[in-house]
T-cell receptor
Framework: DQQVKQNSPSLSVQEGRISILNCDYT??????FLWYKKYPAEGPTFLIS?????DKNEDGRFTVFLNKSAKHLSLHIVPSQPGDSAVYFC?????????FGAGTILRVKS | KAGVTQTPRYLIKTRGQQVTLSCSPI?????VSWYQQTPGQGLQFLFE???????NKGNFPGRFSGRQFSNSRSEMNVSTLELGDSALYLC?????????????FGAGTRLSVL
């Protein structure tokens, strides 16, 4: 039972354009959401998070949107840069439970 | 300050053997979690330790076990290895147990079971 789903295994975007990565969840108890980025041969690194009391959080080029009624969150990267090419994982938390999605490979073409 | 350190980085074992992986968390972090990453499955939660006690456990068979020492370092053991155990094993540390805390990951141990 996948409680957190990233339905797009990969995404290809032109440099300078917007990248939108999506994540859906099923457990309405999740109240905290995170995005991590992973380069090959490295561990995931924290990117941005959002609490369920908010619907948007920004940090520089990265913005996370949360739609609780649709149980959907998305990560927007504007403008996309070649260095953003990596695997992106979304994660959802409820108390001690934290569930990760399967990841989306983002390729930013120059 | 040093990050999360996992050793070894690579391991090759044969079916039926056992293996022990090590994780040293960031200094001051008392919570350590372990994850298994396989293609298409993302990060599957194995267990979380805090103050030498297992707080939470994922849906893995009893062949997967772990422990945490008084200095917060943690080890994970897999006994009677199977081919399907081949994966990247990631360790993550945080100041206190999960909930709304950010985890910091190590680079992982790549285990290949032949």
């Amino acid at each position: 039972d996948q409680q957190v789903k990233q339905n797009s295994p990969s995404l290809s975007v032109q440099e300078g354009r917007i990248s939108i990565l999506n994540c859906d969840y099923t457990n309405s108890m999740f109240d905290y959401f995170l995005w991590y980025k992973k380069y090959p041969a490295e561990g995931p690194t924290f990117l941005i998070s959002i609490s369920s009391i908010k619907d948007k959080n920004e940090d520089g080029r990265f913005t996370v949107f949360l739609n609780k009624s649709a149980k959907h969150l998305s990560l927007h990267i504007v403008p996309s840069q070649p260095g953003d090419s990596a695997v992106y994982f979304c994660a959802a938390s409820a108390g001690p439970l934290r569930v990760f999605g399967a990841g989306t490979i983002l390729r930013v073409k120059s | 300050k040093a990050g999360v350190t996992q050793t070894p980085r690579y391991l090759i074992k044969t079916r039926g053997q056992q293996v022990t992986l090590s994780c040293s968390p960031i200094s001051g972090h008392r919570s350590v979690s372990w994850y298994q990453q396989t293609p298409g499955q993302g990060l599957q939660f194995l267990f979380e330790y805090f103050s030498e006690t297992q707080r939470n456990k994922g849906n893995f068979p009893g062949r997967f076990s772990g422990r945490q020492f008084s200095n917060s370092r943690s080890e994970m053991n897999v006994s009677t290895l199977e081919l399907g155990d081949s994966a990247l094993y990631l360790c993550a540390s945080s100041l206190v147990p999960l909930a709304k805390n950010i985890q910091y990951f190590g680079a992982g141990t790549r285990l290949s079971v032949l």
